[in-house]
């Protein structure tokens, strides 16, 4: 989550810990979109783990190039720089520090 502020400025709106401290449950919003998320858990794999399952997490904002280098600033390593793709939009894609999450930046509609 910490990641997220830093690298997109998101907001967290809500958060349930279990007695261990670990996240159970989490809300985030990210302009206009709300992410749900909490730490890894059976059957799902931690993002160090080997056989753990990729995401790819379409996050639409309003300055793609801006907000790629604020997530490169923040630890995410760059798989594709911003560019203008043949169907309109502009993105870039981006693997979170935790080397298993890529994010993609696209524009905001509307």
């Given amino acids: 989550m910490a ?5 997109f400025g998101a907001t967290e709106s809500f958060r349930l810990e279990g007695d261990d401290g670990r996240i159970a449950h989490a809300e985030i919003r990210v302009h206009r979109s709300t992410l749900m998320l ?3 858990e059976a059957p799902a ?8 399952p ?4 379409h996050v639409h904002v309003p300055d793609v190039d801006a907000l790629t280098g604020r997530a ?6 760059p798989l594709t720089a911003p560019a203008d793709m043949a169907y ?7 693997r979170d520090p935790f080397g298993r999450v890529r994010i993609l930046l696209a524009p905001l509609y509307g």
């Avoid at 794999?45 to 753990?52: D, I, T």
Wanted: some cysteine; glycine content about 12%.
């Fill in 72 to 77: 490169v600033a923040a630890g995410a390593e």
């Fill in 88 to 94: 309109g939009a502009r993105q870039s894609m981006l």
């Fill in 3 to 7: 990641f997220c502020a830093a690298a």
């Fill in 45 to 52: 794999s931690p993002p160090s783990a080997a056989a753990g």
């Fill in 38 to 40: 909490g730490d890894a």
């Fill in 54 to 57: 990729s995401v790819v997490r």
